[in-house]
């Protein structure tokens, strides 16, 4: 069963920058998709970015795209998340998530995944 752990959670000023590490252990999950979700107070966990099981193709949420950066180290068994242009709506909890089944895409489906972490806060200032 694999294990999944997110870090590089904070706090930091709008316009700022971090990077989340997701460092999964147990099972390697180099052939399979990895996605990012965040759930805000009150609201429901949203797609936030996926990479699909080869690296090749990734997909972002709207609100992200072009701020955010999904990267996978299959050496490390760890998939990253740079978010540059950090704005207080990106305040949330951020989890990364292993898809259900082997060599697919990188869905933005919540449904697709199975393996979740325990999450890592990210709190933006204004």
């Known amino acids: 069963q694999v294990q999944l752990v997110e870090s590089g959670g904070g706090l930091v000023q709008a316009g700022g920058s971090l990077r989340l590490s997701c460092a999964a252990s147990g099972r390697s999950v180099n052939n399979y998709a990895m996605g990012w979700f965040r759930q805000a107070p009150g609201k429901d966990r949203e797609f936030v970015a996926a990479?699909?099981?080869?690296?090749?193709?990734?997909s972002y949420a709207d609100s992200v795209k072009g701020r955010f950066t999904i990267s996978r180290d299959n050496a490390k068994n760890t998939v990253y998340l740079q978010m540059n242009s950090l704005k207080p709506e990106d305040t949330a909890v951020y989890y990364c998530a292993r898809d259900s089944s082997l060599y697919r895409g990188a869905s933005p489906s919540t449904a697709t995944y199975r393996s979740w972490g325990q999450g890592t806060q990210v709190t933006v200032s204004s």
């Open positions: 990479i699909s099981w080869t690296g090749g193709s990734t």
